[in-house]
């Protein structure tokens, strides 16, 4: 039971990175 929990925390660590580098394209 310890592989959901790392592939749903690595899905939600790739979100939040994507999140930031459009944030951070569509400010630059």
């Keep these: 039971s310890f592989l959901p929990i790392a592939l749903n925390l690595?899905?939600?660590?790739?979100?939040?990175?994507?999140?930031?580098?459009?944030n951070y394209f569509l400010l630059s």
């Design 10 to 22: 690595l899905i939600f660590y790739l979100g939040l990175k994507l999140l930031f580098m459009y």
